[in-house]
Nanobody
Framework: QVQLVESGGGLVQAGGSLRLSCAVSGRTFSRYAMGWFRQAPGKEREFVAAISRSDENTDYSDSVKGRFTISRDNAKNTVYLQMNSLKTEDTAVYYC?????????????????WGQGTQVTVSS
């Protein structure tokens, strides 16, 4: 069983930065594509970013492209989301997700393991 634990959320002013981390249990982390999603109150969960298991391919939603960067450290079983130039509309619970696959899913249905989420609040 794969377990994912997010950390790094918090309260930040607009224009600030945060780095989220997602630690993944298990010895096969390097075989999993990883994704970040977010869900604001009253809204559906939406795709933020994803990275292939080999770190060769990444994908971003248009709303975060150029501001957020996804990366992974396979030696540490961890995926990161560096968030810069944060906006109030980035406020949400952020979830990391994993899927044993060679592709880079951008839909929540493409992932079968999820973390519990970490709150990110951006104040104006």
């Amino acid at each position: 069983q794969v377990q994912l634990v997010e950390s790094g959320g918090g309260l930040v002013q607009a224009g600030g930065s945060l780095r989220l981390s997602c630690a993944v249990s298990g010895r096969t982390f390097s075989r999993y594509a990883m994704g970040w999603f977010r869900q604001a109150p009253g809204k559906e969960r939406e795709f933020v970013a994803a990275i292939s298991r080999s770190d060769e391919n990444t994908d971003y939603s248009d709303s975060v492209k150029g501001r957020f960067t996804i990366s992974r450290d396979n030696a540490k079983n961890t995926v990161y989301l560096q968030m810069n130039s944060l906006k109030t509309e980035d406020t949400a619970v952020y979830y990391c997700a994993a899927r044993l696959t060679v592709v880079v899913p951008t839909s929540a249905r493409g992932y079968n393991y999820w973390g519990q989420g970490t709150q990110v609040t951006v104040s104006s």
